[in-house]
C-alpha cells in the first residue's frame, strides 16, 4: 500500500512563508493526482489543490488561488505545496492525498474524501497575526 507522509509545516507570522511537502513510499505516482486538503478547528475538510504527476497539471481553491502553488519532484516522488502571503485564515491541519484512479486534476477539489485512496497523517500550520 502506499504511504504518505507530510513535512514543513510550523509557526509563521501573516505575510510568510511555507513550504509543504508530500512524499510517497512509491517509486512514482504515475499519472495519478496528488491534493492537498487543510482542516481547521471546528471547521469541515477543505480542498486545497491538486497536481497531477504525469503531466503536471494544477488545480487550486478559490480561496488560494494566487498565494499558493503545486509543484512535483519525480526523483523524490515528492509533491509540494509552497504557500506565499500566508493568512490567520490558513491556519489549519494539511493533509496529503493520493488519488490511484482514473480522475481529472481540474475538477479534483469536486471529489469526496472517499474518492481519495490515501491519506497523509497531517502536518500543522499556524500563522500568527
Known amino acids: 500500500q502506499v504511504q504518505l507522509v507530510e513535512s514543513g509545516g510550523g509557526l509563521v507570522q501573516a505575510g510568510g512563508s511555507l513550504r509543504l511537502s508530500c512524499a510517497a513510499s512509491?517509486?512514482?505516482?504515475?499519472?495519478?493526482?496528488v491534493a492537498w486538503f487543510r482542516q481547521a478547528p471546528g471547521k469541515e475538510r477543505e480542498f486545497v489543490s491538486a497536481?497531477?504527476?504525469?503531466?503536471?497539471?494544477?488545480s487550486y481553491a478559490e480561496s488560494v488561488k494566487g498565494r499558493f502553488t503545486s509543484s512535483r519532484d519525480y526523483a523524490k516522488t515528492t509533491v509540494y505545496l509552497q504557500m506565499n502571503s500566508l493568512k490567520p485564515e490558513d491556519t489549519a491541519d494539511y493533509y496529503c492525498?493520493?488519488?490511484?484512479?482514473?480522475?481529472?486534476?481540474?475538477?479534483?477539489?469536486?471529489?469526496?474524501?472517499?474518492?481519495?485512496?490515501?491519506w497523509g497523517q497531517g502536518t500543522q500550520v499556524t500563522v500568527s497575526s
Open positions: 492525498a493520493a488519488r490511484y484512479r482514473p480522475g481529472d486534476v481540474a475538477i479534483a477539489g469536486r471529489y469526496g474524501a472517499d474518492e481519495w485512496d490515501y
Open positions: 512509491r517509486r512514482t505516482f504515475r499519472d495519478y493526482i
Open positions: 497536481i497531477s504527476w504525469s503531466g503536471g497539471g494544477t
